[in-house]
């Protein structure tokens, strides 16, 4: 296994566990520690988590298209977390919802960016092999 290959793995693992971790925060803000003015709500859930997870089969297979989609649409949800952590009516769970978000885009970017590297690697070997 080669360096880039082990860098690859290990954003890999880091973007996987802070999609989780970031669907567990969505999930905590809208039942346990949630904002002044809101009521937890199941349709508010459903609403915020469901974007996220239509990119779950593509994120835990690996495949760059879906990711790089769940790229673009965790941006929403960064603006979304940026608009809330600088209310007035911020929570301390308002940074962690950001920190999260941020962890996932810049794991998934950099994930992307070094698997197709891996893979063009292959691919050169490949065709030189032939």
């Known amino acids: 296994m080669t360096a880039l290959e082990k860098r690859t793995a290990f954003a890999g693992m880091l973007m996987k566990l802070s999609y989780v ?7 905590l803000g809208t039942w346990v520690w949630v904002q002044e003015g809101r009521q937890p709500s199941i ?3 459903v609403i915020r988590l469901a974007p996220m997870l239509m990119f779950a089969p593509g994120i835990f297979k690996g495949q760059l ?4 989609w769940m790229c673009f649409a965790s941006l929403l ?8 952590a600088l209310s007035s009516m911020a929570i301390w769970f308002n940074y962690i ?8 885009f810049c794991s998934a970017t950099i994930f992307i960016r070094w698997q197709a590297q891996v893979w ?11």
């Open 77 to 84: 949800y960064f603006v979304m977390a940026v608009t809330e």
């Open 97 to 104: 919802e950001l920190a999260m978000v941020v962890v996932l």
């Open 21 to 27: 971790g970031f669907l567990i925060t969505l999930t």
């Open 65 to 68: 298209r879906p990711i790089a």
């Open 43 to 45: 349709t508010i859930w």
């Open 120 to 130: 063009r690697e292959r691919t050169a070997l490949r065709d030189d092999a032939v």
